[in-house]
């Protein structure tokens, strides 16, 4: 008895996964930009406020004057952006200190977003921070948001709530505050 040959049995979807296979780096090439605005968006939005504030403050950009400031405007951080200051090392607890990673380039007066790449190589966490959506409270129910949730927004206000019990009494206490944390909540300068 003979054997005959073995036939090649095609997948449905293996036509679909050549294509893929060849036409992926270009459609990852064509996609890069559109995601690369938010890439770095708590580093580049921080150290660009930080740069005009020195631009205002100093004439001279050294890199001691720098370090100084960048260590004293990171005391009064919170957050995301304290986050940032502890990354390179602008905190008192901070593990490592790249300070310089950020001073150095800045008394030459590289680009922000320059600056931030470079912090990307030495360490990829800068550029994870993202800031928190803001929230509207005027389109948004808050008795259908979660306590997690409710709890967020006032951490975020610094407000607690102590004798909230219920859910109600988190979304009482944030309709009462709104009027002072919404109307005037400007992004505050360096």
Known sequence: MQRQPARAVRSPCAGLALALLCTGPWLAAALAPWGHEAQCEVCKGFLDRFYNSLKEKHSDFTVATIEKELVNSCMDTKGKEHRLCY?????????????????????AHVPVSKICEKLKKNDIQICELKYERKLDLNSVDLSKMRVAELRKILDSWGEVCRACIEKTDFVNLIKELAPKYTLTNPKSDL
């Open 87 to 107: 990354y390179i090392g602008a905190t008192s607890d901070a593990a490592t200190k790249i300070i310089s990673e950020v001073s150095r380039p800045m008394s």
